[in-house]
Nanobody, 113 residues
Framework: VQLQAYGGGLVQAGGSLRLSCRAS????????MGWYRQAPGKQRELVAS??????TNYVDSVKGRFTISRDVKNTVYLQMNVLKPEDTGVYYC?????????WGQGTQVTVSS
């Protein structure tokens, strides 16, 4: 499984961004997909994930602001609204199969105050 992430960039606080991540390869093996982020000086954390069946979960700090979705072609999206400076970080797309966790390249999100 290969993951290619798109989106990210610089936005002012209160603005919106959408991240996309397209999976290729053995996509039929993918169960859950998600997004992690790593802020400067902090540990990487799971932001949101979505199962094949559409069940989602979010870290508390983004609930009500971020929405994760997934299409039939195994592209996963992260719509980020009302962005805050603390959302700044490198965002990584992930995909889980039964035995392996795959990671895409990171994409930088910077929210200015």
């Amino acid at each position: 499984v290969q993951l290619q992430a798109y989106g990210g960039g610089l936005v002012q606080a209160g603005g919106s961004l959408r991240l996309s991540c397209r999976a290729s390869g053995s996509i039929f093996r993918i169960n859950r997909m998600g997004w992690y982020r790593q802020a400067p000086g902090k540990q990487r954390e799971l932001v949101a994930s979505i199962s094949t069946g559409g069940s989602t979960n979010y870290v508390d700090s983004v609930k009500g602001r971020f929405t994760i979705s997934r299409d039939v072609k195994n592209t996963v999206y992260l719509q980020m609204n009302v962005l805050k400076p603390e959302d700044t970080g490198v965002y990584y797309c992930t995909a889980d199969t039964r035995n392996t966790n795959y990671w895409g390249q990171g994409t930088q999100v910077t929210v200015s105050s």
